[in-house]
């Protein structure tokens, strides 16, 4: 099954950059910011050895404060979003939608930032042909709503000039900090842009917020841990799909466990759903481990993981060209074993 599953031309759709490195990236990452020789980049790579001992929750988020500090220059956010292609890139991912909170620091302003994650997305086409990439622009919560309209502002001029690359817009961040009415102006003109709006939705149990949400409306649905039987009922019938991040929720204890995660729940009443990673590297999984941790827990066949597969086509924000073309890569694929 691993190999079927890491050889299948898979689609991610919830996947953040910045906690998308894995361990060998970020130390490649760090050996680029700091140099091989720097006190900096021996006392990271003696981190690392410490994370592949154990990885609790604290250590997870130690691994999202090292990325942030090696982002924090032109040339390191060049370096880390071309890596985190290469490592989907080498998961056999085919098509990819990457979301990012624009940010701004010394050395760049929050247009800067978009500009180079999206020029490196774009020279990466020569170097990985066999992955296409998106990207979702993310307003995070716990930020000024100000922020969030600039963000929007720019995701607006960007699609303008690049509309098969910007997408969408994401709102993530603590969903126990910022009200979500105080985001809906921004995430509404977004949409009237003809931006798909992608909401981190039912995190945490929070039943009004949940309701505003789903009558606010959205393309796809982050995590949906929290949603009642109603509320699956609701997406199923608007055709909205909940992105369902197993390792990521059982790690950051949302989830309980993985046999009592949500998918469960969402395949018994055939609701949309897509598998996905949300931040690979930090809690180090690929989406063929979550794909096949999907299998194993819930005791899915290979045509079980192939429908999974094509529910994400489906679902991608690719337009219809590059949809039939993923949907035959997977075709060729599955072709390919039959006559093995
Ligand atoms: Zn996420």
């Not at 700091?34 to 006392?43: D, I, K, L, P, V």
């Not at 939705?201 to 995590?223: P, V």
């Not at 994400?312 to 039959?338: C, G, I, P």
Request: proline share 3%.
């Amino acid at each position: 099954m691993f190999k079927f599953l890491k050889e299948l031309p898979k689609v991610e759709l919830h996947a953040h950059l910045n906690g998308s490195l894995n361990t060998n990236s970020l130390r490649d990452l760090a050996e680029k910011v700091y140099g091989n020789t720097s006190e900096e980049f021996s006392q990271l790579c003696a981190r690392f050895v410490d994370f592949e001992k154990d990885s609790n929750l604290d250590k997870c988020f130690e691994k999202f404060a090292f990325v942030h500090e090696l982002t924090s220059t032109a040339e390191g956010l060049q370096y880390a979003t071309e890596l985190v292609i290469r490592d989907f890139a080498n998961d056999n991912i085919q098509y990819l939608e990457l979301r990012t909170t624009p940010k701004a620091n010394n050395n760049y302003l929050r247009r800067d930032y978009l500009r180079i994650v999206l020029d490196t997305i774009k020279k990466g086409r020569e170097k990985y042909p066999n992955i296409l990439v998106k990207l979702l622009p993310s307003i995070n919560r716990s930020e000024p709503v100000a922020v969030a309209e600039e963000t929007v502002a720019l995701a607006v001029e960007f699609a303008k000039t690049d509309p098969d690359l910007v997408v969408g817009i994401d709102l993530s961040g603590n969903p126990a900090q910022g009200k979500f009415t105080d985001f809906s102006g921004a995430l509404n003109l977004a949409r009237k842009e003809g931006l798909k709006l992608v909401i981190h939705c039912a995190e945490i149990d929070n039943t009004s917020e949940i309701k505003e949400m789903l009558a606010f409306g959205m393309s796809r649905c982050g995590h949906g841990t929290y949603l009642s039987s109603e509320d699956i009922a609701h997406m199923k019938a608007a055709d909205i799909p909940i992105e369902c991040c197993l390792t990521s929720n059982v790690k950051s204890g949302t989830v309980s466990s993985f046999e009592e995660h949500h998918l469960k729940q969402l395949m018994e009443a055939d609701a949309p759903k897509v598998v996905c990673t949300d931040d690979s590297g930090v809690f180090d999984t690929t989406l063929t481990n979550e794909l096949l941790l999907v299998a194993e827990t819930f005791n899915l066949t290979r045509d079980h993981c192939i429908d999974l597969t094509m529910e994400a086509v489906k679902h991608s924000f690719a337009n219809d060209e590059e949809r039939q073309q993923m949907a035959l890569k997977v075709e060729h694929y599955v072709n390919s074993l039959k006559s093995e």
